[in-house]
Structure formats: structure tokens, C-alpha cells
T-cell receptor
Framework: DSGVTQTPKHLITATGQRVTLRCSPR?????VYWYQQSLDQGLQFLIQ???????AKGNILERFSAQQFPDLHSELNLSSLELGDSALYFC?????????????FGSGTRLTVV | GQQLNQSPQSMFIQEGEDVSMNCTSS?????WLWYKQEPGEGPVLLIA?????ELTSNGRLTAQFGITRKDSFLNISASIPSDVGIYFC??????????FGAGTRLTVKP
């Protein structure tokens, strides 16, 4: 157990729908990073939050948004879902706003859009 | 998009064989990381390299940070069935700029 908790583990939804993925960082970690992993692809960085504020943005679509709450958990919202959004979504957490060795991944949420 | 070229894409080896995989880029990175991902789990850090030329071992794993800072390799010696998984390289350039390779899928036959 990495200490980073992601829910749900699996999600199946229809095109056009909206879903919310949740991530609870490891205790003491202030940063949350979101990644998308498509089939046979590496991890694509989406967005980072640090202590409630957006810190860095990667290849995140406009249909996607995220936020980090005062208790430091984070949610990734995916709307107007398309078949191509089917992927594994990982979050990772670290103690500071910089990538460090303590950068730890959760087990991911597998999203299937049908 | 992806800026790290990781090869090979997949490997099928016999238990006991050594494995070598590498990652190259056209860009310079100041840190190289190697992760392993098992089915249903997130990537787990295996080795982190912080200086050009650095050679670091973690048990049967050895990784090196290329002297040009544009590449890195990972070797696994005397492979065992539990080495099965996807191995990812990652290069970090700035505080929050980290790129991942597409992964090497390793299958070990007993």
C-alpha cells in the first residue's frame, strides 16, 4: 500500500457523460499530480495541485478539470466523455511542490467509456 | 507529447537471463528515474539517478545516467518470474517537468 488512495478502482460509463475521480494523497503530502495512461502508452501528465492551488498544467483537455480541497484530497472531473478517454488515471503525491523521491503513485482508476 | 524513446517495447525472456532496456531523448534531463508497474497497481520507483555518469544498483537492478544526460539504461540480472511487469523510464528537467517513456513490457518464462 503506497498510502495514496484512489477511488473508484473501476468505472464504466457512456459517451457524453461526466465522471469524477478521487485521490487522497499520502499523509503529510501537499502535492497531488494527475496522469493519464492509455493502452500501451506511458504516463501523460495532466495537472498538479499544491496545497489547494493549481501549480502546473500538462496535456489536460478543456473537458477535464481538477481541484484540491482543504483536506488535500483531489478530484479530477472528466466531462463530455469520448471513447478515447478510456484509460488508466493515476494520481501521485509528494510532500513538496517539487518532484522528489517521495513521489508516490496510487493504484489508479480504470475508466472505460462505452 | 512523449519525448522519451524507450526500447525495447516488449521482451520475452527465460528465467535466469539478464535484461537490458534503455531510454533516450533529444533533450537533456537532470534526473532519470526507473519505475515498475504491475497489473492493477501504480508505478513504483525502483532507482533514481541524479548525476551524469552515475551508476546505481538496487539488488539485481542496475541503472546508469548517461554522460550526455540524454539517456539512461536499466539492467536486470538473473531474472525471476516476479520481475514480470512494465518498466518505465522517466526524465525530469525542472521542478515539475517530468516525462515518461512508453514502457518496456517484460515477460519471464519459468
Amino acid at each position: 500500500d503506497s498510502g495514496v488512495t484512489q477511488t473508484p478502482k473501476h468505472l464504466i460509463t457512456a459517451t457524453g457523460q461526466r465522471v469524477t475521480l478521487r485521490c487522497s494523497p499520502r499523509s503529510g503530502d501537499l502535492s497531488v499530480y494527475w496522469y493519464q495512461q492509455s493502452l500501451d502508452q506511458g504516463l501523460q501528465f495532466l495537472i498538479q495541485y499544491y496545497n489547494g492551488e493549481e501549480r502546473a498544467k500538462g496535456n489536460i483537455l478543456e473537458r477535464f478539470s481538477a481541484q484540491q480541497f482543504p483536506d488535500l484530497h483531489s478530484e479530477l472531473n472528466l466531462s463530455s466523455l469520448e471513447l478515447g478517454d478510456s484509460a488508466l488515471y493515476f494520481c501521485a503525491s509528494s510532500v513538496s511542490d517539487r518532484l522528489t523521491r517521495s513521489y508516490t503513485f496510487g493504484s489508479g482508476t480504470r475508466l472505460t467509456v462505452v | 507529447g512523449q519525448q522519451l524513446n524507450q526500447s525495447p517495447q516488449s521482451m520475452f525472456i527465460q528465467e535466469g537471463e539478464d535484461v537490458s532496456m534503455n531510454c533516450t531523448s533529444s533533450s537533456i534531463f537532470n534526473t532519470w528515474l526507473w519505475y515498475k508497474q504491475e497489473p492493477g497497481e501504480g508505478p513504483v520507483l525502483l532507482i533514481a539517478l541524479y548525476k551524469a555518469g552515475e551508476l546505481t544498483s538496487n539488488g539485481r537492478l542496475t541503472a546508469q545516467f548517461g554522460i550526455t544526460r540524454k539517456d539512461s539504461f536499466l539492467n536486470i540480472s538473473a531474472s525471476i518470474p516476479s520481475d514480470v511487469g512494465i518498466y518505465f523510464c522517466a526524465g525530469r528537467r525542472g521542478n515539475n517537468d517530468m516525462r515518461f517513456g512508453a514502457g518496456t513490457r517484460l515477460t519471464v518464462k519459468p
